[in-house]
């Protein structure tokens, strides 16, 4: 069980262009859902935080005009990045988890991101 | 500030031998849980243990255990009989809602 699912697995766009990741928890509803963005050999970076039907609330430093996320319904979260620039470009991984983190995040595969 | 810190950024150990890696964490949340991930060249995050702060033993799941000192707030992780398969980035990280993650351990298995 706390399948989570996150589509595409990659993806290539062009420099200004946007790109729609999807994460989705497959057996289980999720009340919040958090994206991430990891660099080559380092850590997770938090982004945001989603809840269902809330808006999202940003980590600082993070864009939110840039880092568009929407999380519409219990097992479903987008994060939208628009105007993409070649800086953009990383691994995102999303995780989703039920009323607190008492059990844990569970993660989906992620999504690399690459801008040309 | 609540920060998790990671003071091993490699480790390596022949198969089947034992392994230990360190991580301290300082929190101000008086209820908050601790947990091992592990991330290997797939790059999916996997659960390998958790913690409860407010339980004093400490948790194990089959080769994996952790020695849980919340005094001195370390909370360390031990793999036996360590396999090939171990081989990954290994994270730790302490919260109650939104996870604090540690730079990881690159833990590399010697055949």
Redo the contacts between chains.
């Keep these: 069980g706390a399948v989570v699912s996150q589509h595409p697995s990659w993806v290539i766009c062009k420099s200004g262009t946007s790109v729609k990741i999807e994460c989705r928890s497959l057996d289980f509803q999720a009340t ?1 859902m ?1 994206w991430y963005r ?1 660099f080559p050999k ?3 970076m ?1 982004m945001a ?1 989603s809840n269902e039907g809330s808006k999202a609330t940003y980590e600082q430093g993070v864009e939110k005009d840039k880092f568009l996320i929407n999380h519409a319904s219990l097992t479903l979260s987008t994060l939208t990045v628009t105007s993409a620039h070649p800086e953009d470009s990383s ?1 995102y ?1 999303c ?1 989703a988890t039920l009323h ?8 989906g ?2 999504t690399r991101l690459t801008v040309t | 500030a609540q920060t998790v810190t990671q003071s091993q950024p490699e480790m390596s150990v022949q198969e089947a031998e034992t392994v230990t890696l360190s991580c301290t964490y300082d929190t101000s949340e008086s209820d908050y ?1 601790l ?1 091992w ?1 592990k991330q290997p060249p ?6 390998v243990i ?1 913690q ?1 702060a407010y339980k004093q033993q400490n948790a194990t799941e089959n080769r994996f255990s952790v020695n849980f000192q919340k005094a001195a707030k370390s909370f360390s992780l031990k793999i036996s009989d360590s396999q090939l398969g171990d081989a990954a980035m290994y ?1 730790c990280a302490s ?5 604090i ?4 351990t690159k833990l590399i298995i010697k055949p």
């Design positions: 919040t958090f990891q380092q850590s997770l938090l935080t691994f991984i995780s607190t983190t008492t059990n844990g995040q569970y993660f595969p992620g | 849980y947990f991930y797939s790059r999916q995050m996997i659960l958790r409860e994270f919260g109650n809602y939104q996870l993650w540690g730079a990881g």
